[in-house]
C-alpha cells in the first residue's frame, strides 16, 4: 500500500492506493458516524457495488444516486438528494461516501460540504481521472451554463480511497481522458513521470498493473504535496490548472456536451503549450515533446465548428480570471510551469487557431 499525507488547515488526511482497499472502506469511518450515505451513480453502483458492499453491513446504509454526465452537475440535483437524505434520517452525524468519477466526487462533495452546514465526506474515486485529481483536494462543485464550476466550496475529505483494481472496467475513453490528467502531473512537476508516459504508452494503455501503480502513485504524490502547500489555489496550487483555463473554454463553449473534462484538458495542454512557445516561455523542443505526448494519447472528438473568438470570450468569464485578467499556466520546460497575466489577446487567439486547425 502507499499513502500520502495531505496536509491543510481544514484537515489533515490520508490518500491511499491498495488494490482491494474498498472492502475496508469502513475502518476509515470516524468512531459513532450516524447513517452513511453512499453517493454515486446507477452503472458504477452496478459495476463496483460488490466490491464496497464488504464495508457497509450496518444494514441502516442508503445508496443515493446522481445522474451521470456533466451537463447534469448541477445545483438541483444536489437539492433533490439533500431531501432524500433528511426523509431517510440524515443528520450531522451522517457522513457521505463519493463513490464514483469526477463528477461524482464534485457534486456529493459540494452536498456534504452544504448539508446542514457540513458533514464529512470519505472520497472513493472509480475513474482515473477522479483518483489522480478530482478526489484530493477538496474542491466540490457543481456547473452554471456561464461556467463550469462556477458553485463549490473547498471541503477537504476525511480520506480518500484509491483501489486501481476498479480501472479494469472503465471504458478506454475514460481512461484516457484521466491520462491526460497524468500528463498534467508529468508536466508541471516530474520528468520522470512525464518519460515514463513518453516511453512507455503501450503498457500504460493497456493498463499494465505495475505501469498504472506507477502513474497513479506519482500523480497523487504530486497532487498531495501542491494541496498541502496551498489548499486554497492562492499560489502553488494554481500548477494544477495547467490545461484547465482552456479546456473549461472548450467545455462550456460545447454545452459538456461533446468532450469529457481529461479531453478538454488535452486541448487546454496543447493550446498552452503553443502560446507559451509563441511568447518565448519555453524552448521549441520540450514544447514539441510536450506536444507529441498529448496527441500519442488520443485521440480526443473534433473540433469542428468550433470558433476560436468564441473560446477566448469564454476565457473572461472562467473563475480564475481576476480583474478581468486571464492567468494562464505555461510550461517553462518539461517539470516546471509558470503563471502568466497580460498576454496580448492575438497571441492567445494564434494559439487557439492553431490547435483547432
Ligand atoms: N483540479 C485542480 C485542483 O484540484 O486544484
Known amino acids: 500500500m502507499a499513502s500520502f499525507a495531505v496536509k491543510t488547515p481544514q484537515r489533515d488526511y490520508w490518500v491511499y492506493v491498495e488494490r482491494g482497499i474498498l472492502a475496508r472502506a469502513s ?10 450515505f453512499v453517493v454515486t451513480t446507477s452503472d458504477v453502483w452496478e459495476l463496483h457495488r460488490a466490491r464496497l458492499e464488504p464495508a457497509l453491513s450496518r444494514g441502516s446504509d442508503e445508496v443515493l444516486f446522481l445522474p451521470g454526465g456533466e451537463e447534469r452537475k448541477r445545483l438541483v440535483h444536489v437539492e433533490t438528494l439533500a431531501e432524500e437524505m433528511v426523509r431517510k434520517g440524515g443528520d450531522r452525524s451522517s457522513v457521505v461516501i463519493a463513490f464514483g468519477g469526477g463528477i461524482v466526487n464534485d457534486m456529493a462533495g459540494f452536498l456534504a460540504a452544504i448539508f446542514m452546514r457540513g458533514i464529512p465526506v470519505m472520497q472513493v474515486p472509480t475513474t482515473l481521472l477522479a483518483q489522480v485529481d478530482a478526489s484530493i483536494g477538496g474542491k ?3 456547473n452554471l451554463t456561464e461556467g463550469k464550476n462556477l458553485i463549490g466550496s473547498f471541503h477537504q475529505p476525511l480520506a480518500v480511497l484509491i483501489d486501481p483494481d476498479v480501472l479494469a472496467t472503465l471504458p478506454e475513453r475514460e481512461y484516457r481522458a484521466g491520462l491526460y490528467e497524468v500528463i498534467k502531473c ?3 512537476r516530474s520528468m520522470p513521470l512525464f518519460r515514463l508516459l513518453a516511453d512507455c504508452r503501450d503498457a500504460v494503455l493497456a493498463k499494465d498493473p505495475g505501469v498504472v501503480d506507477r502513474i497513479i502513485t506519482e500523480s497523487v504524490r504530486i497532487k498531495a504535496e501542491v494541496v498541502s502547500a496551498d489548499e486554497r489555489e492562492s499560489g502553488l496550487r494554481r500548477i494544477l490548472n495547467f490545461g484547465h483555463t482552456f ?4 467545455e462550456t463553449e460545447t454545452r459538456y456536451e461533446r468532450f469529457l473534462h481529461g479531453e478538454a484538458v488535452a486541448f487546454g495542454m496543447r493550446a498552452a503549450t503553443v502560446l507559451a512557445r509563441e511568447i518565448g516561455q519555453i524552448a521549441a523542443m520540450p514544447a514539441t515533446e510536450i506536444l507529441s505526448v498529448v496527441e500519442r494519447y488520443g485521440p480526443i472528438p473534433s473540433f469542428d465548428g468550433l470558433s476560436a473568438e468564441h473560446l477566448v470570450s469564454r476565457l473572461v468569464k472562467d473563475k480564475k480570471t481576476i480583474h478581468g485578467q486571464v492567468h494562464f499556466v505555461l510550461p517553462r520546460q518539461i517539470g516546471e510551469v509558470t503563471v502568466v497575466s497580460g ?6 487567439l494564434s494559439a487557439i487557431r492553431s490547435v483547432l486547425a
Open 27 to 36: 475502518d476509515y469511518l470516524p468512531q459513532g458516524a450516524g447513517k452513511i
Open 140 to 142: 466540490t462543485s457543481v
Open 186 to 188: 508529468g508536466v508541471i
Open 247 to 250: 479546456g473549461h473554454a472548450l
Open 343 to 348: 498576454i496580448e489577446e492575438s497571441a492567445v
